[in-house]
Every structure is written in C-alpha cells, then in structure tokens.
C-alpha cells in the first residue's frame, strides 16, 4: 500500500466537519508516522503559502521534488494541501500537534523544517514572511537558534553561505569540533537513519541538498585551516 493511499484512508478518517489538524493526534506510532510526517509538510507547506500570499507553479513542483508524487496520487496530495489551505486552524496550532507527534531526540522535525525551507525557496526568492512563518515553527519544533540559522545558511540564496554556520559551529571552534559536527550531520543525512526517525522513503531525497551543503562547507574550512 502506498503512502499516498494510507494518507487518503487516514483523510477519510476524519469526522464530518472534523478538523485536518485532528490528523496529527492520531498518527503517532510507526507506520502511521511517516504518513503523519508527510501530511504535516505539505499541510504546513499550505500555511506557508498563504503567509506569503501566493502559490506559484514552483512551489507546487518542490512538493513533487520532495515526495516523488506520481501522477495517480496528486490528487490526494491536493486534498491534504486544500483542506489546509481552508482550515481555520492557525499554523502554530499545527505545528504544536506535530511538534507533539515527532519531538524527540530522534525525531524528525529537523527533516520536516528542511522539507519547508526546499518549497519556500522553489520560486528562486525567500519573502520576509516566509522567514517569520518558519522561525517561528522552528521555535515552537524547538530547533535553538543556531540549527535553524544553519539550515537558512543551507537553503536561502540570498548570499555565499557561511560554511561555519551551514555546520552550525563558531568560527573559533577546534577543528576536531567542527569535523565531528561535519560528520554528526552526514550521519544523520543518511537514508536508514532518515527511514528510522519516520521519514518516508518518498522524502528522503530531503538529504540531498543538506549533504551537498554540509560536504561542501567542510572542504570550505578544511582549505582554509590547511
């Protein structure tokens, strides 16, 4: 059974006039979690969309990019992406259930904010309220500041990223520190470890952009400290 079809039997789920935030109190124990993972980015991703006041085409292509959406199963995407569009449900009362759902040291909150930030830059451009909306989901995923501004430094081409900060270290930090926060973050990039924490196979290409950032910012530093 597909994830999709899962996400469209848990969607049925739903009591009439039963909110799509009441998804997320149900959907915590393994496999139901990597169904509840993929139904809060593209459910946040829709909040997001209406914080910046607009959907373009690319958002709506990073949303296939992220889960390899076939053709057949766009429509019970859509209904996920529409029921949350329409819900009266704020986002932070969202991101409170899901934050509820996933928190733990081997959650993967970290890899759902990475999932927003993929469709909030899709457009080649990064809104002010796009920024608030996430800062303030990250605060209430509990991720500190310092990996948030990591995964901003990842993602927002609004400059050449530091590299000290896409590692998410002080400049000043030992080199052995640095290395081992290079490698703590390739580890967790990897797909066992992705699958484990509940993110769907469908997401898991979320590490690709993250370990091509992370890999580049250690060759960045291992230069400089040669």
């Known amino acids: 059974m597909s994830i999709w079809t899962r996400i469209a039997d848990a969607l049925a789920a739903l009591a009439n006039g039963e909110s799509l935030a009441s998804v997320f109190d149900r959907l915590r124990t393994p496999p139901e979690r990597s169904v509840g993972f993929a139904i809060a980015v593209i459910a946040l991703g829709a909040k997001m969309a209406k914080a910046d006041g607009l959907v373009t085409r690319d958002e709506v292509t990073a949303f296939r990019e992220v889960?390899?959406?076939?053709?057949?199963?766009?429509a019970n995407a859509a209904r996920v992406f529409n029921l949350a569009r329409q819900d009266v449900a704020g986002f932070d009362d969202y991101a409170r259930r899901i934050a509820t759902m996933f928190r733990g040291p081997d959650g993967p909150l970290s890899d759902l904010l990475?999932?927003?930030?993929?469709?909030?830059?899709?457009?080649?451009?990064?809104?002010p309220a796009e920024d608030a909306f996430l800062a303030e989901?990250?605060?209430?995923?509990?991720?500190?500041?310092?990996?948030?501004?990591?995964?901003?430094?990842?993602?927002?081409?609004?400059?050449?990223?530091d590299p000290y900060e896409v590692l998410g270290v002080a400049p000043d930090a030992p080199t052995a520190e640095v290395r081992a926060a290079w490698r703590r973050l390739v580890r967790d990039s990897h797909p066992d470890?992705?699958?484990?924490?509940?993110?769907?196979?469908?997401?898991?290409?979320?590490?690709?952009?993250?370990?091509?950032?992370?890999?580049?910012?250690?060759e960045q530093i291992e230069a400089e400290r040669a």
């Open 67 to 74: 889960f390899s959406i076939p053709p057949q199963e766009e």
């Open 114 to 127: 990475e999932g927003l930030f993929h469709i909030a830059v899709a457009d080649g451009a990064y809104h």
């Open 137 to 161: 989901v990250a605060r209430i995923f509990g991720i500190g500041e310092r990996p948030f501004a990591s995964m901003r430094a990842r993602f927002v081409p609004d400059s050449e990223p």
């Open 193 to 218: 470890r992705m699958l484990a924490r509940g993110v769907p196979e469908e997401a898991v290409k979320l590490a690709e952009k993250r370990l091509a950032a992370v890999n580049r910012a250690w």
